[in-house]
């Protein structure tokens, strides 16, 4: 099914430079754990633009950013992308090593894309709106 999606274009992605560098560890590290996730976030990381912290528009999710997007069945969600310790879908914070979290690292504003949900039903999403993070990159 990932080749399904995967085949599709895809939108360019920005990330950070520390971003990109805690991301591919983080993926690395839970390969044994959540190897489709690990894996979906890596190949998310090699087509992405890897760019200085500073040079991240504020319009592209990154890590501790909180995004409004909008589900190809009408849902309007926001949440907070985080590292996997600090998920709590009580308080909105959803972790890049969810199939969702992994497909929203690096869309700018009006950006779409179809992920795959761990159940194996494609989705699709876009973004609305980005509020950046406090600091430049949230600690894992």
């Known amino acids: ?29 839970s390969m044994q ?5 690990a894996e979906e976030l890596l190949a998310e990381m090699d087509r992405a633009k890897v760019v200085e912290d500073e040079a991240v528009p504020p319009h592209v999710v990154r890590m501790g950013s909180t995004v ?4 190809d069945d009408g849902r309007v969600r926001t949440m907070t992308l985080v590292y996997p310790a600090d998920e709590s879908l009580d308080q909105h914070r959803i972790s890049v090593m969810t199939p969702i979290g992994a497909a929203l690292i690096g869309l700018g504003v009006g950006q ?19 509020s950046t993070p406090a600091s430049p990159s949230c600690q894992p």
């Open 112 to 130: 779409s894309i179809s992920w795959s949900a761990r159940d194996g039903k494609n989705h699709r999403l876009t973004v609305t709106h980005v």
């Open 1 to 29: 099914m990932r080749d399904v999606v995967r085949s599709r274009s895809v939108p360019q992605i920005i990330v950070s430079n520390a971003d990109y560098e805690r991301l591919i560890d983080l993926a690395n590290a």
């Open 68 to 71: 409004t997007f909008e589900s």
């Open 33 to 37: 754990r959540l190897p489709e996730v």
